[in-house]
């Protein structure tokens, strides 16, 4: 029996058909399943892209043409798309925090998850949860203490951040170079460096806020918000974050002051907040009150006033 399968030409070709062409026609399968699926993805993301662009463009053009007034209804831009696109732009390989979601785990189910997460902000049920705690070393010894959110967390911090940014960039001015799309640390120091090169400088005054995120007030900082946004939705839910705490050593712990070093939305609500504390001080007294020129750059909680033939600020 065993002699004649090997010399039946009838049975080998069925063992080669079943061991070679089954598993040939799967791979295709899969691959063009794959492809699909891919190809799917990348639309919808082009999508979610253009409708948050063209969303945000139209708050900046507002924001742009009535200085004056306040935005009362922001929260809707909160959107499935707005919120996809802003998981997209989250870093992948992001340390988790208390919840211990990573970006992949979040990803493997993505479309059931953001429709939560936007069912939960939009009836009041989404709850900030504590930023966890993490220390990285500084330049000079000492630690930099870091918050550490949970996913959704910097999820809708993100989404907010990107309104916000819309309003809020109009509105700034241009010495400001800190966490600005567009500008970062190399711009701030061309600034500087073209400031002292093209103008006689009589000296330079380089300061640096201490503990500035820990020390912020988070109840000015939420009446400087409200200058531009009257949408208590958007206050509420940055309240939330706020007050969420920080869990460090198995307790959580809140505060009336600071931001929450290395959140999503805190490097905004830090410009917000030296905007109207010292930008807007710093450009009055420039124009009202100097004798000769004074030329500021200011990147985050570090400025860096220059100035030329005489005069004391």
Do not use: C
Request: proline letters at 3%; hydrophobic letters at 40%.
């Amino acid at each position: 029996m065993h002699g004649h399968e090997k010399s039946d030409p009838a049975i080998l070709a069925t063992k080669l058909t079943n061991k070679a062409g089954r598993p040939a026609a799967e791979s295709v399968e899969r691959r063009a399943g794959a492809k699909g699926n891919a190809n799917q993805l990348n639309t919808r993301r082009a999508q979610d892209r253009e409708s948050v662009s063209q969303a945000l463009e139209r708050v900046r053009q507002a924001a742009r043409q009535r200085k004056k007034e306040r935005f009362t209804a922001l929260y809707h831009h909160l959107s499935l798309p707005m919120l996809r696109t802003a998981f997209f732009a989250l870093k992948r390989e992001a340390a988790p925090g208390v919840d211990g979601v990573t970006w992949r785990d979040y990803e493997a189910d993505l479309d059931r998850k953001i429709a939560d997460l936007h069912a939960r902000v939009h009836r009041g049920a989404y709850r900030a949860q504590p930023s966890r705690r993490r220390y990285i070393p500084k330049a000079d010894g000492r630690q930099r203490p870091l918050a550490v959110a949970a996913l959704e967390d910097k999820i809708v911090q993100r989404a907010t951040a990107a309104v916000l940014n819309a309003i809020f960039e109009e509105d700034f001015l241009g010495f400001s170079y800190g966490f600005r799309p567009g500008r970062g640390q190399h711009d701030a120091l061309d600034a500087l460096v073209a400031g002292i090169n093209s103008t006689k400088v009589n000296y330079i005054l380089d300061a640096d806020i201490r503990s500035f995120f820990d020390g912020v007030s988070q109840s000015w900082l939420a009446r400087f918000v409200e200058h531009r946004v009257g949408d208590k939705r958007i206050i509420r839910l940055i309240q939330k974050w706020l007050k969420a705490g920080v869990l460090e050593d198995g307790i959580v712990t809140t505060n009336d002051k600071g931001t929450g070093q290395g959140s999503v939305i805190s490097p905004l609500l830090a410009n917000v907040y030296l905007h109207f504390v010292f930008d807007l001080w710093a450009e009055r007294w420039r124009r009202r009150d100097a004798t000769g020129d004074m030329i500021i750059v200011r990147f985050a909680d570090d400025s860096a006033p220059r100035r030329r033939e005489g005069g004391v600020m």
